[in-house]
T-cell receptor, first 110, second 114 residues
Framework: QKEVEQNSGPLSVPEGAIASLNCTYS??????FFWYRQYSGKSPELIMF??SNGDKEDGRFTAQLNKASQYVSLLIRDSQPSDSATYLC??????????WGAGTKLIIKP | ETGVTQSPTHLIKTRGQQVTLRCSSQ?????VSWYQQALGQGPQFIFQ???????GRGNFPPRFSGLQFPNYSSELNVNALELDDSALYLC?????????????FGEGSRLTVL
């Protein structure tokens, strides 16, 4: 059973600090990794995707991938209250199907 | 450019009934996938349609079935509803089958089975 694991949280971070969200996956053949944000009662929206080992930055967001450790993370710098949401990690496995984690609830405290 | 639209947004059914959920994909997208999201869980892949054919299926029983039409809109049908089918059903469209994780989601259909 292929799995994607996330800490359910909630993760509470002060406004302006760095929020760090983590995700591990079981399928070593996975090639593509995605972070989606889901506000309460809304549908998921793509934040970032990463294919290669290392860091990928986009504005306040940085995705980090370590395939050897089967680990992907999302850093949010200068956290804002509007970043409060559930963050879903999704992994495209060796069969090209997206496997989703259960999400980490992030709360940014003003 | 129109986004992904789903209908109905909310519905209530009883056990044993059947339900049909509808999805219009984003303009220019030819692939539609359906997900079930239970409260507090991540989305679970049900199946995907590309050019009117199912080309991927998750671990869901045959009572979950679907269709894709020539205009790339899609339906999800669930027969013999069970209490555990209560969930948010999300439709997502994309432009290339199985080649990108960038999915564009509709707002979902929230199904309650009593």
């Amino acid at each position: 059973q292929k799995e994607v694991e996330q800490n359910s949280g909630p993760l509470s971070v002060p406004e302006g600090a760095i929020a760090s969200l983590n995700c591990t996956y079981s399928d070593r053949g996975s090639q593509s990794f995605f972070w989606y944000r889901q506000y309460s009662g809304k549908s998921p929206e793509l934040i970032m995707f990463i294919y290669s080992n290392g860091d990928k930055e986009d504005g306040r967001f940085t995705a980090q991938l370590n395939k050897a450790s089967q680990y992907v993370s999302l850093l949010i710098r200068d956290s804002q209250p509007s970043d409060s949401a559930t963050y879903l990690c999704a992994v495209k496995d060796s069969n090209y199907q997206l496997i989703w984690g259960a999400g980490t609830k992030l709360i940014i405290k003003p | 450019e129109t986004g992904v639209t789903q209908s109905p947004t909310h519905l209530i059914k009883t056990r044993g009934q059947q339900v049909t959920l509808r999805c219009s994909s984003q303009s220019g997208h030819n692939t539609v996938s359906w997900y079930q999201q239970a409260l507090g869980q991540g989305p679970q892949f049900i199946f995907q349609y590309y050019r009117e054919e199912e080309n991927g299926r998750g671990n869901f029983p045959p009572r979950f079935s679907g269709l894709q039409f020539p205009n790339y809109s899609s339906e999800l049908n669930v027969n013999a509803l069970e209490l555990d089918d209560s969930a948010l059903y999300l439709c997502a469209s994309s432009s290339i089958s199985g080649d990108t994780g960038e999915l564009f989601f509709g707002e979902g259909s929230r199904l309650t089975v009593l």
